[in-house]
Nanobody, 119 residues
Framework: QVQVAESGGGSVQAGESLRLSCKLSKEVFNRSAMFWYRQTPAKERERVAGFAADGKVSYLDSVRGRFTISRDDPQGAIYLQMNRLNPDDTGVYFC?????????????WGLGTQVNVSS
């Protein structure tokens, strides 16, 4: 069973920052594209940022310039530095690993970490 563990959520005021962490086994991490998603009651789950399989970095338009995704390959971890948070960033943030095996791929999800931003 692959475990994906997020941490770092919390409650902050608008304008403040949070840093999310996601760790999983190195064996899976090394074969995975890695993404951050978020879920709010008003929206479907949306991809916030990620590293594609080719290493290309992407961001949701509404977070570009405020959020930065990074990775620590030896640790099998990715991070999401979130600056200038606003109430629209409130939600449950999930880490997703899409692992590529010989002839199939498999998606792994963490349980999520709650981010609350008050105005």
């Amino acid at each position: 069973q692959v475990q994906v563990a997020e941490s770092g959520g919390g409650s902050v005021q608008a304008g403040e920052s949070l840093r999310l962490s996601c760790k999983l086994s190195k064996e899976v991490f090394n074969r995975s594209a890695m993404f951050w998603y978020r879920q709010t009651p008003a929206k479907e789950r949306e991809r916030v940022a990620g590293f594609a399989a080719d290493g290309k970095v992407s961001y949701l338009d509404s977070v570009r310039g405020r959020f930065t995704i990074s990775r620590d390959d030896p640790q099998g971890a990715i991070y999401l530095q979130m600056n200038r948070l606003n109430p629209d960033d409130t939600g449950v943030y999930f880490c997703n690993a899409v692992a590529v095996y010989d002839n199939y791929q498999k998606s792994y999800w963490g349980l999520g970490t709650q981010v609350n931003v008050s105005s």
